[in-house]
């Protein structure tokens, strides 16, 4: 993961994302797949992330996180 590739992410309830915005383009989230928690590398400092793999308008299904210390979202994978 590099710095390059943070998300914009709009949510609705419970932090939910219902659409991301990667490179200047807006995609529909149509379903959420899965989600879950992980702390990471907390003995070197890593802060706990939250996970979504998600299914896009665009046919596409990508898994995006957010950095629960500073709310940062992030483009974690993408599915071909």
């Known amino acids: 993961m590099n710095k390059s590739d943070k998300l914009k992410v709009q949510c609705r309830e419970f932090d939910q994302p219902v ?3 990667i490179k200047e383009r ?3 989230v149509e379903e959420i797949l ?3 928690h992980d702390t990471g590398c ?3 400092g ?3 992330k939250v996970f979504y793999r998600l299914y896009c308008q665009d046919g ?3 898994e995006i996180f957010q950095d629960l ?3 940062q ?3 974690y994978r993408i599915y071909d």
Request: aromatic share 24%; proline share 0%.
């Open 60 to 62: 596409g299904i990508r």
């Open 42 to 44: 907390w003995w070197e």
């Open 34 to 36: 899965e989600s879950w």
């Open 73 to 75: 979202w992030f483009l």
């Open 19 to 21: 659409f991301i915005e």
């Open 69 to 71: 210390s500073s709310g």
């Open 46 to 48: 890593e802060s706990e």
């Open 26 to 28: 807006v995609i529909k």
